[in-house]
């Protein structure tokens, strides 16, 4: 229909207008496309974001600063037209009129906050993110020590003298697979975990491909290609 009412001229494209100039320019602190991606992104994780609109001396909307959504503490409401922003110190309100509220409605109340895509993928995101903090503790040792071991009817004394030996011969790379010899009961246990039992990259990738099918992204955008072929990465490029 737009190409047809273009073709006959009764659509005329309109280049040079000030909300153009406001969408194309933004704030100083970021360009039109920065800001579009950024509230962008808010849409898609959190459902909802908002625009202060800064005015020029004719009152017209001069700049556009985009807010997130965890700022905005509050909406308007019949006894309060205001907007409450909270950022780190500052506390404020903003009048209804010079605030926009872009936002995706959430099913259950649809006259309340906005509801993200990421939000509906909180558990699958949360899990990818706790496997691989987990990972991450392990090069930390957990807190956990590697071995327990006793000494049989040992005092503290004895105990200090036995750790002060073993991580003088044992302590350190160039000191690996070395015997250690004691007198007495010594009672070694090995506390460790499998990463192999504990499946961590079937999980991650499980969870990921969830993500991939909520969204509806084709693998091959991202770059998973294990199950893919020519035939495939050319309909996914296309899609």
């Given at each position: 229909?737009l ?5 006959v ?21 970021m360009?039109g496309?920065t ?7 808010y ?5 909802e ?7 020029n001396?004719?009152g ?6 985009p807010?997130?959504?965890h ?10 037209p ?23 409605p959430d099913?259950?109340n649809?006259y309340g ?11 699958e995101?949360?899990?990818?993110e706790?496997a ?31 750790k ?8 350190g790379?160039?000191r ?14 090995k506390l ?9 990259v079937?999980l991650r990738?499980?969870e990921?491909?969830?993500?991939i ?9 991202l ?5 893919s072929?020519?035939?495939t990465i ?5 899609s």
């Amino acid at each position: 229909m737009l190409a047809g009412a273009k073709q006959v001229g009764e659509l005329r494209e309109i280049v040079a207008h000030p909300l153009l100039d406001l969408i194309d320019n933004a704030n100083p602190v970021m360009t039109g496309r920065t800001a579009r991606q950024i509230s962008q992104a808010y849409l898609d994780l959190k459902g909802e974001v908002f625009w202060v609109l800064e005015r020029n001396g004719a009152g017209a909307p001069a700049e556009i600063w985009p807010v997130p959504p965890h700022w905005v503490t509050d909406t308007p409401s019949a006894t309060r037209p205001t907007y409450r922003v909270s950022f780190r110190g500052w506390q404020g309100e903003i009048p209804e009129s010079e605030m926009v509220w872009l936002r995706d409605p959430d099913l259950e109340n649809p006259y309340g906050r906005g509801a993200g895509i990421a939000e509906a993928l909180g558990d699958e995101l949360e899990t990818d993110e706790y496997a691989a903090k987990h990972t991450k503790a392990w090069f930390y040792n957990r807190a956990v020590p590697e071995l327990l071991i006793g000494v049989e009817q040992g005092n503290e004394e004895d105990l200090r003298r036995a750790k002060q030996r073993w991580e003088d011969e044992h302590r350190g790379f160039f000191r690996a697979y070395r015997t250690h010899w004691h007198k007495g009961k010594l009672n070694v246990v090995k506390l460790g975990q499998s990463f192999q039992n504990m499946q961590l990259v079937e999980l991650r990738e499980y969870e990921r491909d969830v993500v991939i099918n909520v969204w509806g992204v084709p693998p091959e955008i991202l770059g998973i290609v294990e199950n893919s072929n020519r035939a495939t990465i050319d309909a996914s490029d296309y899609s």
